[in-house]
């Protein structure tokens, strides 16, 4: 009997189902993963942030809303607003990402940071109507 080597029509069906399966699995698995990156490199950059501004107050006694001013280098896709009633008070400060449309991250210090809380970093949706506005943690 001359019988052939190799694998049917069927059996190639049934391995190329098998990996499809897994595939529509990690995905899903794959972007929550890269959300979660994208996240904690913001947190990262505020926390950066938070240090150089606190280096900047221990030196000028105010802080600075314009990033050139301090010793800190952003993450090429997060964008950062510092906003600030009061540079001598303290300041907020609000990362995107642009990887996470929807996101952002919020950090507050002196006597713009909630009681208790100087410096945390929350990160949410950012609110309806708004652009990257800082939201109240």
């Given at each position: 009997?001359?019988?052939?080597r190799?694998?049917?029509?069927?059996?190639?069906?049934?391995?190329?189902?098998?990996?499809?399966?897994?595939?529509?699995?990690?995905?899903?698995?794959?972007?929550?993963?890269?959300?979660?990156?994208?996240?904690?490199?913001?947190?990262?950059?505020?926390?950066?942030?938070?240090?150089?501004?606190?280096?900047?107050?221990?030196?000028?006694?105010?802080?600075?809303?314009?990033?050139?001013?301090?010793?800190?280098?952003?993450?090429?896709?997060?964008?950062?607003?510092?906003?600030?009633?009061?540079v001598?008070?303290?300041?907020?400060?609000?990362?995107?990402?642009?990887?996470?449309?929807?996101?952002?991250?919020?950090?507050?210090?002196?006597?713009?940071?909630?009681?208790?809380?100087?410096?945390?970093?929350?990160?949410?949706?950012?609110?309806?109507?708004?652009?990257?506005?800082?939201?109240t943690?």
């Open positions: 009997m001359n019988r052939r190799g694998f049917t029509f069927v059996e190639l069906l049934v391995v190329m189902l098998f990996i499809g399966a897994l595939s529509a699995m990690a995905v899903p698995r794959f972007r929550e993963f890269k959300t979660r990156a994208s996240l904690a490199v913001m947190q990262s950059d505020l926390a950066n942030l938070r240090i150089a501004e606190e280096s900047y107050w221990a030196e000028h006694q105010q802080y600075v809303t314009d990033t050139a001013s301090l010793d800190f280098r952003r993450t090429s896709q997060v964008q950062l607003t510092i906003t600030s009633q009061n001598v008070g303290g300041y907020t400060a609000v990362a995107t990402h642009s990887n996470v449309p929807g996101r952002q991250c919020v950090t507050a210090m002196g006597a713009e940071a909630a009681p208790r809380e100087p410096g945390s970093i929350h990160c949410g949706a950012i609110p309806s109507g708004s652009s990257a506005v800082p939201a943690p």
